[in-house]
């Protein structure tokens, strides 16, 4: 017995119902990602045609906050000291924040670039950017501008969530020390030393020193011009800070305070009030500033 085909009428019940089936589940199972927008902290538009994939951190702190935005398992590559969290630590690196490898960063082919506009070599960003890779300048100034940066960074990455989890944990710990450290209008004088040779430090603009204000203290070269600067010796024990406090690493910063006791007439060498912090708590500009603030305030505090 022969059986006949035919085709069913497409505009039959039945068969409309089928498309529609099959349509509801593309739409569903398909993601379709729309074109992503932000600013950076340089004012340039940063747009992409779908959330990065592969990124790439270009210092310390960045890798700390590409995190804290639910980054980590797209960043494919960082500079070194890249230590925190713990995973950044076997990522590829791709140079040190002050001298990049350009090749190694093209060879991994990103589609996000994040660069610390006052740390990397300016020469070196540009040049990623005329070779065509979307580049995002990062420089948090303020407290508030650490959460701002997270969830800019989470819509860059499509990790909304997690960031805005993790921008509000911030904010929360932060208004609780504002309530711990109210402003001290006896402010005391600080010299904050950021390097040994040569001597450096920082203006009020640093967000180093908006800790220090925070705390109750005074930074002796608040108005003084540049982000960082190198003072002379001379300017230091003219100023006759009242307390030191080194950001070098433990054993280094011990030598960077040794050095100041040869000038004894000075307040903080009298009253032994040299003191060294963890540099990775107040130099990279990410949430962990919060142990920052707590201990630069326990100092100034005593």
């Known amino acids: 017995m022969t059986h006949k085909h035919t085709l069913k009428n497409p505009f039959h019940p039945d068969t409309l119902i089928n498309f529609f089936i099959i349509f509801c589940y593309l ?17 340039q538009i940063i747009t992409l045609k779908q959330p990065a994939k592969t990124i790439i951190s270009l210092s310390p702190g960045l890798t700390e906050l590409i995190s804290s935005a639910g980054g980590l398992p797209l960043l494919k590559g960082v500079v070194s000291y890249s230590d925190y969290p713990e995973a950044a630590k076997q990522l590829p690196q791709v140079g040190s924040y002050n001298a990049l490898d ?9 589609d996000l670039v994040i660069a610390w506009q006052s740390g990397n070599p300016k020469h070196q960003v540009e040049q990623l950017k005329k070779l065509g890779l979307t580049v995002y300048i990062s420089e948090p100034n303020d407290f508030m501008d650490i959460p701002v940066t997270i969830k800019k960074l989470g819509k860059l990455m499509a990790t909304e969530e997690i960031a805005k989890k993790n921008a509000e944990s911030f904010i929360r710990q932060f208004e609780a020390l504002k309530q711990t450290y109210p402003n001290n209008k006896n402010k005391q004088s600080i010299f904050i ?110």
Not at 34 to 39: E, F, Y
Not at 235 to 240: F, K, P, T, V
Not at 243 to 258: N, P, Y
Request: charged letters at 20%; glycine letters at 6%; proline letters at 5%.
């Open 193 to 302: 030393q950021i390097w040994n040779n040569p001597v450096m430090s920082v203006n009020e603009k640093h967000l180093i020193s908006k800790v220090i204000t925070f705390c109750g203290g005074s930074n002796i070269f608040a108005k003084a011009k540049g982000l960082t600067l190198e003072p002379s010796i001379e300017s230091i024990l003219e100023n006759n800070p009242k307390i030191i406090i080194a950001t070098g690493m433990a054993d280094t910063s011990k030598a960077w305070l040794k050095r100041w006791e040869q000038w004894g007439f000075l307040d903080a060498v009298k009253n032994k009030r040299l003191y060294a912090t963890n540099p990775d708590h107040l130099v990279r500009h990410t949430p962990r500033i919060i142990l920052g603030i707590k201990d630069i305030c326990r100092i100034i505090n005593r």
């Open 27 to 43: 739409a569903v199972s398909t993601p379709v990602w729309a074109q992503v927008q932000v600013v950076d902290d340089s004012g």
């Open 102 to 110: 350009i090749e190694k960063i093209l060879v991994m082919q990103p």
